[in-house]
């Protein structure tokens, strides 16, 4: 169990201040001995400020604030946290999933399921227990990778994929390899189909 509501740990100038707040005591019970054995469950905030001598005087008169601030301090860094995995994601989804050329391959529905994904994404900062809790949508199935969607977004490279004399899996194969660089992929069928002839 911490000893004080808080304590400052000084290095150099500046000094870290550890605050202990919600402190409840909670036995567990050794699993050996099957006796209780006390334990403590409590919050834990850090904040790092300049180091001055009245330091100590100065957070018992006003314990509250201080508190708040350093609780302040780790949401926003929490916060951060999530907001650059959240951003990530976003990124990635317009980068791999929702490119110009994916997004005209689409139907209206796989549209409509992109769109209520990312804006979930968006959202994540206005739920109740953010940033300790985040509830993540489940990114929608990418179908465009499909020898039948991409045969369909794209006739001539589906046209030339066809010609191949390739089993489905092959085909599902080298479309995924493709991806979404239609020029790389006409390059390839074209050395695919060179060599297929020699």
């Known amino acids: 169990m911490p000893n004080k509501s808080f304590e400052i740990l000084p290095n150099g100038k500046t000094c870290t201040i550890i605050f202990y707040d919600n402190i409840k005591y909670n036995p567990v019970i050794d699993g050996m001995t099957g006796k209780s054995l006390p334990s403590w469950d409590y919050e834990k905030y850090n904040i790092t400020v300049n180091y001055n001598t009245n330091l100590l005087a100065q957070i018992e008169s006003d314990y509250s604030t201080w508190l708040k601030k350093a609780k302040n301090l780790e949401k926003e860094i929490e916060s951060n946290k999530i907001r650059d995995y959240r951003d990530s994601l976003l990124n990635n989804c317009d980068l791999q999933h929702c490119n110009p050329e994916k997004w005209t391959a689409m139907s209206d529905t796989e549209k409509l399921s992109w769109a209520n994904y990312k804006q979930s994404l968006r959202d994540i900062p206005?739920?109740?227990?953010?940033?300790?809790?985040?509830?993540?949508?489940?990114?929608?199935?990418?179908?465009?990778?499909?020898?039948?969607?991409?045969?369909?977004?794209?006739?001539?490279?589906?046209?030339?994929?066809?010609?191949?004399?390739?089993?489905?899996?092959?085909?599902?194969?080298?479309?995924?390899?493709?991806?979404?660089?239609?020029?790389?992929?006409?390059?390839?069928?074209?050395?695919?189909?060179?060599?297929?002839?020699?």
């Open 126 to 198: 206005t739920q109740s227990e953010f940033p300790y809790t985040v509830n993540w949508p489940t990114i929608p199935s990418d179908t465009t990778n499909t020898v039948e969607s991409t045969l369909a977004s794209n006739k001539l490279v589906g046209q030339q994929i066809a010609s191949l004399s390739l089993s489905d899996a092959e085909k599902t194969n080298l479309i995924s390899q493709l991806g979404s660089q239609l020029v790389q992929a006409q390059l390839n069928i074209v050395s695919l189909k060179g060599s297929a002839t020699t």
